[in-house]
């Protein structure tokens, strides 16, 4: 109960710095922070702010070329090991503006490091890049739990270029 509290309050702060937002966009926002909140029990508030922090601003915080995506993914994926306790994708809060593509994906084949890397960079144009004292990572707790081993990909680009090849 605690953690649905938790959603609801992230929902509210949302919907306060978007007074456009309907009611049912916030009804369906809420639902899915608590969707999220039931899939992962350990995730802490500053996971569920993460979470809605990565579908307002995607990937562009992480990026400056595409040299250094591929260089960040490639040195990620050295220190991963082969379990995998995450999705292998999943569409972020209820806009589903962005998707979290797990580097299981780049790991086992069925995409490259380079096409994840490029999806990323084409993913971060066009959007704001945040003040850096606001972009967080993932609570001990989360990281301790799930091992996440993602990035952040614009939903339309991975629609089109990665979802048609996983199996």
Do not use: W
């Not at 369906?28 to 802490?44: G, K, N, S, V």
């Not at 990565?54 to 591929?70: E, I």
């Not at 490091?113 to 704001?128: F, H, I």
């Amino acid at each position: 109960m605690k953690q649905i509290t938790i959603a609801m309050l992230v929902v509210a702060l949302l919907a306060a710095c978007q007074p456009q937002t309907s009611d049912t966009a916030c009804n369906d926002c809420a639902q899915a922070l608590i969707t999220y909140t039931e899939q992962y029990p350990e995730a802490e508030p500053t996971d569920l702010y993460k979470l809605v922090f990565q579908d307002l601003y995607g990937p562009g915080h992480l990026l400056t070329d595409s040299t250094a995506a591929l260089r960040y993914i490639v040195a990620e994926l050295k220190t991963m090991d082969s379990l995998r306790s995450m999705p292998l994708y999943e569409y972020t809060l209820c806009d589903s503006h962005f998707v979290r593509v797990n580097l299981n994906l780049v790991q086992s084949g069925v995409i490259t490091a380079e096409q994840l890397a490029d999806a990323m960079v084409r993913s971060a144009e066009g959007m704001p890049t945040p003040d850096k004292k606001y972009v967080v990572s993932h609570s001990a707790a989360f990281r301790e739990a799930y091992h996440p081993h993602y990035r952040i990909v614009r939903r339309d680009i991975f629609e089109q270029e990665i979802l048609p090849l996983i199996p």
